[in-house]
């Protein structure tokens, strides 16, 4: 009797602790966002359009603007889903840049040609004209645009998608936006607003540069405060919501484009990608481009340490050496950083962007160089950070906290606006 007595306590007693360490871990799960559970069965707008709202094109020759994001659940692409349903009159497609497959690399010119699996004609949206012509739509009823956004203003599409709203608007064509998620989360707004003297593909309106909206979301802020007045639908997903990153959906990660592989990537792009406007090298040409960040004359040691030192919220700093393949420093040894993510939540990318390029430019003030100048005196820096008064501020020895101070009141000013165009809760 003692014996089975004392079994039942050790089975019990190994229950509990089981108990105990399962529910912390649990608890700890949603320090890395991606693990909120869902409320309901998420669909992306694709879905919900080919499922339950499919009436809105039939009839009605489509033009479609997407890229290899533009893919269902299953990851069947958007392209053959329209052109293979026999209610569906696919007529024409249009790539952004990299291209409706995703071939080209960053700013190379993408000519028209014929998609070889369908046979349908591709207008290029990053060739000789970024918004299409009359004779780009001559043959279209309606402009159906679907591509994964990454949350970030520097990042092109979204102005594609604003171009494409305007020709649609010009040529009495309705324009539907098949939504999909921000995959950095919908709920945090970062940075300075766009300066409108420093307009540009990479910032073509006064929007932060972490909007924390999903691409339908712009499209109605851009069509109503921006005068577009486009004849415009959004297709909604279901059962996203704002606190949502992209591994919350379970969808697996298409990269939007060629340095675009992984969701950390897009979380880090909205800071990281600042680095473009320097010679620093921002890691194009390796396996983690915007995660690496680094030059042959920085000292890796010395500048993971004092990035580290100024505990900066949910991330950390390794010291790191790389060779690119391609673009700044290609086929040179350089030295720098990896940025590791450790809590989503936590993560200010683009203020942990702002204290690399201070950081590096503080160290090394003998190489480190922002982008040369225009004729107009304005740098690349300018164009990504969205204003000139930024670069002038770090040349200066302002601190990134006097820099956000500066921002703040037009970030307040954006976010009354924003909260008009919300479609998810």
Same mark, same amino acid.
């Given at each position: +009797?003692?014996?089975?007595?004392?079994?039942?306590?050790?089975?019990?007693?190994?229950?509990?602790?089981?108990?105990? $360490?399962?529910?912390?871990?649990?608890?700890?799960?949603?320090?890395?966002?991606?693990?909120?559970?869902?409320?309901?069965?998420?669909?992306? !707008?694709?879905? $919900?359009?080919?499922?339950?709202?499919?009436? #809105?094109?039939?009839?009605?020759?489509?033009?479609?603007? %997407?890229?290899?994001?533009?893919?269902?659940?299953?990851?069947?692409?958007?392209?053959?889903?329209?052109?293979?349903?026999?209610?569906?009159?696919?007529?024409?497609?249009?790539?952004?840049?990299?291209?409706?497959? !995703?071939?080209?690399?960053?700013?190379?010119?993408?000519?028209?040609?014929?998609?070889?699996?369908?046979? @349908?004609?591709?207008?290029? #949206?990053?060739?000789?004209?970024?918004?299409?012509?009359?004779?780009?739509?001559?043959? *279209?009823?309606?402009?159906?645009?679907?591509?994964?956004?990454?949350?970030?203003?520097?990042?092109?599409?979204?102005?594609?998608?604003?171009?494409?709203?305007?020709?649609?608007?010009?040529?009495?064509?309705?324009?539907?936006?098949?939504?999909?998620?921000?995959? *950095?989360?919908?709920?945090?707004?970062?940075? &300075?607003?766009?300066? %409108?003297?420093?307009?540009?593909?990479?910032?073509?309106? &006064?929007?932060?540069?972490?909007?924390? +909206?999903?691409?339908?979301?712009?499209?109605?802020?851009?069509?109503?405060?921006?005068? *577009?007045?486009?004849? #415009?639908?959004?297709?909604?997903?279901?059962? /996203?919501?704002?606190?949502?990153?992209?591994?919350?959906?379970?969808?697996?990660?298409?990269?939007?484009?060629?340095?675009?592989?992984?969701?950390?990537?897009?979380? $880090?792009?909205?800071?990281?990608?600042? *680095?473009?406007?320097?010679?620093?090298?921002?890691?194009? !040409?390796?396996?983690?481009?915007?995660?690496?960040?680094?030059?042959?004359?920085?000292?890796?040691?010395?500048?993971?340490?004092?990035?580290?030192?100024?505990?900066?919220?949910?991330?950390?700093?390794?010291?790191?050496?790389?060779?690119?393949?391609?673009?700044?420093?290609?086929?040179?040894?350089?030295?720098?950083?990896? #940025?590791?993510?450790?809590?989503?939540?936590?993560?200010?990318?683009?203020? %942990?962007?702002?204290?690399?390029?201070?950081?590096?430019?503080? +160290?090394?003030?003998?190489?480190?160089?922002?982008?040369?100048?225009?004729?107009?005196?304005?740098?690349?820096?300018?164009? @990504?950070?969205?204003?000139?008064?930024?670069?002038?501020?770090?040349?200066?020895?302002?601190?990134?906290?006097?820099?956000?101070?500066? /921002?703040?009141?037009?970030?307040?000013?954006?976010?009354?606006?924003?909260?008009?165009? @919300?479609?998810?809760?």
């Amino acid at each position: +009797m003692r014996k089975w007595f004392i079994l039942v306590v050790v089975l019990l007693t190994t229950w509990s602790t089981f108990s105990v $360490v399962f529910a912390d871990h649990q608890g700890n799960r949603g320090k890395h966002k991606g693990h909120h559970k869902k409320q309901e069965e998420f669909k992306l !707008g694709v879905e $919900v359009l080919l499922d339950d709202k499919k009436e #809105l094109l039939e009839g009605k020759r489509i033009g479609l603007i %997407t890229n290899p994001t533009g893919v269902d659940q299953d990851l069947n692409s958007v392209v053959d889903l329209f052109y293979e349903d026999e209610d569906l009159e696919l007529t024409a497609l249009y790539g952004p840049e990299h291209g409706v497959r !995703g071939s080209a690399q960053a700013g190379e010119y993408v000519e028209f040609y014929e998609d070889e699996k369908t046979g @349908l004609p591709v207008y290029s #949206l990053y060739g000789k004209t970024k918004k299409p012509t009359p004779d780009m739509l001559e043959n *279209i009823d309606v402009l159906v645009f679907d591509i994964q956004d990454v949350g970030t203003r520097f990042y092109t599409y979204i102005y594609t998608m604003a171009y494409a709203m305007e020709a649609a608007q010009e040529n009495d064509i309705p324009f539907f936006v098949l939504d999909r998620p921000n995959p *950095i989360g919908g709920d945090q707004v970062e940075g &300075p607003v766009l300066d %409108t003297d420093y307009q540009s593909f990479v910032g073509n309106y &006064p929007i932060p540069l972490r909007h924390g +909206m999903t691409a339908g979301e712009l499209a109605k802020l851009f069509n109503k405060e921006f005068d *577009i007045g486009a004849d #415009l639908t959004v297709v909604k997903m279901e059962g /996203w919501k704002r606190g949502m990153d992209y591994d919350d959906t379970d969808m697996p990660f298409v990269a939007p484009s060629p340095n675009m592989p992984t969701v950390d990537t897009a979380y $880090v792009y909205s800071g990281a990608a600042l *680095i473009e406007g320097t010679n620093v090298s921002e890691g194009r !040409g390796t396996t983690k481009p915007f995660e690496l960040i680094g030059a042959p004359f920085i000292d890796s040691e010395q500048l993971a340490e004092a990035m580290n030192e100024k505990n900066l919220p949910g991330v950390r700093f390794r010291a790191a050496s790389f060779t690119p393949s391609f673009s700044k420093h290609a086929g040179k040894l350089s030295h720098g950083v990896q #940025l590791h993510i450790l809590d989503r939540d936590e993560f200010q990318p683009v203020n %942990t962007g702002l204290h690399l390029v201070k950081t590096i430019h503080d +160290m090394y003030p003998d190489d480190f160089e922002f982008r040369a100048e225009d004729a107009n005196g304005i740098s690349f820096f300018d164009l @990504l950070i969205g204003n000139g008064w930024v670069r002038e501020s770090i040349n200066e020895g302002h601190s990134v906290e006097q820099m956000e101070k500066r /921002w703040k009141d037009d970030l307040k000013k954006f976010n009354k606006t924003r909260k008009h165009f @919300l479609l998810y809760k």
